[in-house]
């Protein structure tokens, strides 16, 4: 059974940085596409970062890039988001997720908040 544990979320000041963590397990990680995707209240699910197998490719969309950086270990099966200078509008749940789009399997994701 897939399990992806995220941990790291809290709430901070605007221009403040947290780092999020996922724990997997029960399948093999290296095999997968890893990404994180975040919901804030009342809007759809946005897919923030994702990262290839091996690491060596990262994407972001526009409204992160530059302020946040994905990671992966394979040794470790840990998935990791570094987010700098963080806004009110990164406020969102943030979830960890094998693969992306329709047939991604997400966690139960942790809660961001931004603010003053």
């Known amino acids: 059974e897939v399990h992806l544990v995220e941990s790291g979320g809290g709430s901070v000041q605007p221009g403040g940085s947290l780092r999020l963590s996922c724990a997997a397990s029960?399948?093999?990680?290296?095999?997968?596409?890893m990404a994180w995707a975040r919901q804030a209240p009342g809007k759809e699910l946005e897919w923030v970062a994702k990262?290839?197998?091996?690491?060596?490719?990262?994407s972001y969309s526009e409204s992160v890039k530059g302020r946040f950086t994905i990671a992966r270990d394979n040794r470790r099966n840990t998935l990791t988001l570094q987010m700098n200078n963080l806004k009110p509008e990164d406020t969102a749940v943030y979830f960890c997720?094998?693969?992306?789009?329709?047939?991604?399997?997400r966690g139960q994701g942790t809660q961001v908040t931004v603010s003053s």
């Open positions: 029960g399948f093999t990680f290296w095999y997968y596409v």
């Open positions: 990262i290839t197998k091996d690491g060596g490719v990262t």
């Open positions: 997720s094998r693969d992306w789009g329709p047939s991604s399997i």
